[in-house]
């Protein structure tokens, strides 16, 4: 089965740029993460979904971050406009509801504003 | 919100010894997990294991809930072992705290 598909893996931009990365879940899984990892402040849930609705945003930054999830297969996570302290790995994860379920991590899109 | 130390920050090993990592946890909570991100940068789920013990291969892993701690054991090591170990707890809202990690490295 297929795991967590995030695109791209690597993206440069230059500072005010839009940038929007992308997560496919694991097909069948309701509950979806965006993490974002730093040298200084480690692993941060961003924002998660439930049945693609949004249930806690709490650790995202500052309004130049949105979030949707137009649909159980699809997920962006955009930041406008750019800056260069925006620069870290985001990763998004899935899982499915219910006990025993754990997380399931893609390989993580690598973002470098300059 | 919660809490989450891991122990020790690093460790070198030779290839072939054991070791120990430790997660202490500041409340109760519903969902702890162990990963492995390897020198790629993936993130690897090992074990979800809120209580008791689970094993897998060389890997075993144990919770202690009451006491609000995790161990996970690594049996002899290998190059391959290398990377950060996190762990990473929830208390019933899906909203997961990793600790700082621990940075392995196994030397051969």
């Known amino acids: 089965d297929a795991g967590v598909i995030q695109s791209p893996r690597h993206e440069v931009t230059e500072m005010g740029q839009e940038v929007t990365l992308r997560c496919k879940p694991i097909s069948g899984h309701d509950y979806l993460f965006w993490y974002r990892q730093t040298m200084m402040r480690g692993l941060e849930l961003l924002i998660y979904?439930?049945?693609?609705?949004?249930?806690?945003d709490s650790g995202m930054p500052e309004d130049r971050f949105s979030a949707k999830m137009p649909n159980a297969s699809f997920s962006t996570l955009k930041i406008q406009p750019s800056e260069p302290r925006d620069s870290a790995v985001y990763f998004c994860?899935?899982?499915?509801?219910?006990?025993?379920?754990?997380?399931?991590f893609g390989d993580g899109t690598r973002l470098s504003i300059l | 919100g919660i809490q989450v130390e891991q122990s020790p920050p690093d460790l070198i090993l030779q290839e072939g010894a054991n070791s120990t990592l430790r997660c202490n946890f500041s409340d109760s909570v519903n969902n702890l997990q162990w990963f492995h991100q390897n020198p790629w940068g993936q993130l690897i789920n090992l074990f979800y294991?809120?209580?008791g013990t689970k094993q897998n291969g060389r890997l075993s892993a144990t919770t202690v809930a009451t006491e609000r701690y995790s161990l996970l054991y690594i049996s002899s090591s290998q190059t391959t072992d290398s990377g950060v170990y996190f762990c990473a707890v929830h208390s019933g809202t899906y909203k997961y705290i990793f600790g700082t990690g621990t940075r392995l490295k196994v030397l051969a």
């Open positions: 294991i809120p209580s």
């Open positions: 994860a899935s899982s499915i509801s219910g006990t025993h379920q754990p997380q399931h």
């Open positions: 979904f439930n049945n693609n609705v949004p249930i806690d």
